[in-house]
């Protein structure tokens, strides 16, 4: 079973973004923001995608993936997904830069989070 973490620090978006990954039957885990995320992906060797806002306190989203790929986690095979509000090709440029896989903008459709989930956890 694949562990996903859910980086928001909307609880709403985290329950809605968990009860699209339901039918997925992953092992989630949850980060109130940036440091936490950080803190948690660090602690846990066996998380393999990540799911990240942008806006967030303490840390951002894109200064998390940053800091995960100068860190290795992501060549140890961590896959993230931005999932936010925000639509700036600044934004977007700087997630891939530092190796986020997919920008996703909110709201977002279920079906098609699930399906991209699924393939980066494979």
Do not use: C, Y
Request: aromatic fraction near 2%.
């Amino acid at each position: 079973m694949s562990k996903i973490i859910i980086v928001d620090d909307s609880a709403t978006m985290r329950s809605q973004v968990r009860l699209a990954l339901t039918p997925g039957n992953f092992d989630i885990v949850d980060a109130v923001d940036g440091q936490d995320g950080l803190d948690k992906v660090t602690a846990d060797p066996d998380i393999s995608v990540m799911i990240l806002d942008v806006n967030m306190p303490r840390m951002n989203g894109i200064e998390l993936a940053e800091t995960l790929a100068e860190n290795g986690r992501i060549e140890q095979g961590l896959s993230i997904v931005m999932l936010t509000t925000e639509g700036h090709a600044d934004l977007i440029q700087r997630a891939k830069a530092a190796g986020a896989k997919g920008w996703i903008v909110k709201p977002f459709k279920p079906d098609l989070l699930l399906a991209a989930i699924q393939k980066m956890a494979a």
